[in-house]
């Protein structure tokens, strides 16, 4: 690990599950940390966990985690680095076009980069926020002007988590397909159940559909944020998804194309599986990062290793 922090002196502007969840973690490592949040039960909630809060954000923070939803965290940007000039801007939302154009249009983008924690529950607000949940997994860092090689290190040091830095589109696209889409189908299959009304379906549903709707219908302005705001990225995905729901509609008729289609999908089953990264050591965190397409980063026995 580094031998000292990146950050010391960081403001967390939006303490629910995921801002919450950071906000405990940097204090049990010593960080001096400050939530901020607009709710005073909130604010009460934090204070009551050991958290400093505040109504806005301090002046002297070299960090500021933006974790609201996304279309606050777009709406207070320029107040918020207003607030803390010399603080590294880093938000946590699950979409980064809209943050990062946001960024450009007030002349932050050198102060910004976007981190994603891939991790999280069905649940929202600081009640169960865990200083455990965002650690050992991985975690999406934008390319861009900003200090990006800082925000990998803050990550990998803070979370022991493996950082795959890629671009903002390119993170956007991937999310669609394996976070965002997942939620667009719980939600739907949860509809269709509730339509249906069957008084047996509340006594046999099991695993298979607790699984298949854990995400739906808990938050549903956050949920409502997550999936517009990817409008561009998700919408082919669920095009997609429409289209082959139709195939397996058409098959259901056809014994044998049913059995070739799930024959398939079981050979693909692995597909977001990939293969152990061919770890090397990473001297130069700036030249590793340099280049199109994805870069992992994580601490290694003897020091950061990279891979791509």
């Not at 049990?28 to 204070?47: I, K, N, S």
């Not at 259901?252 to 990264?277: I, N, S, W």
């Amino acid at each position: 690990m580094s031998t000292a922090p990146v950050f010391t002196r960081v403001a967390v502007v939006g303490a629910g599950l995921i801002g919450g969840s950071i906000a405990r973690r940097l204090v049990g490592l010593g960080a001096y940390v400050v939530v901020v949040d607009p709710d005073p039960g909130t604010r009460e909630a934090a204070a009551a966990a050991g958290l400093a809060v505040a109504e806005t954000v301090p002046a002297d923070r070299d960090l500021v985690v933006l974790a609201a939803p996304l279309d606050v965290i777009v709406a207070t940007l320029p107040g918020v680095a207003a607030a803390a000039p010399d603080a590294v801007l880093v938000d946590v939302g699950s979409v980064k076009g809209t943050v990062r154009d946001a960024c450009r249009d007030h002349g932050l983008e050198s102060r910004w980069v976007g981190a994603h924690p891939m991790a999280g529950t069905e649940l929202s607000g600081f009640d169960h926020a865990d200083p455990g949940l965002l650690v050992d997994v991985s975690w999406a860092v934008t390319r861009g002007p900003g200090p990006v090689a800082d925000v990998v290190r803050w990550v990998v040091d803070t979370f022991a988590a493996t950082a795959v830095v890629l671009d903002a589109d390119a993170h956007d696209r991937a999310v669609a397909l394996v976070s965002h889409a997942p939620h667009v189908l719980a939600n739907a299959l949860l509809e269709v159940v509730e339509r249906a009304a069957d008084p047996a379906a509340a006594h046999l549903a099991a695993g298979s559909f607790r699984d298949g709707t854990r995400v739906a219908g808990r938050d549903p302005l956050r949920t409502r944020n997550m999936l517009a705001d990817n409008a561009a990225a998700l919408g082919p995905v669920v095009d997609d998804l429409v289209a082959t729901l139709q195939d397996y509609r058409r098959d259901l008729d056809d014994r044998a194309a049913l059995a070739d289609r799930l024959a398939g999908v079981t050979a693909g089953a692995d597909a977001v599986r990939r293969p152990e990264p061919r770890w090397q050591p990473c001297p130069d965190l700036d030249a590793a990062l340099a280049g199109d397409g994805p870069v992992l980063v994580r601490e290694g026995v003897s020091g950061l290793e990279s891979a791509r």
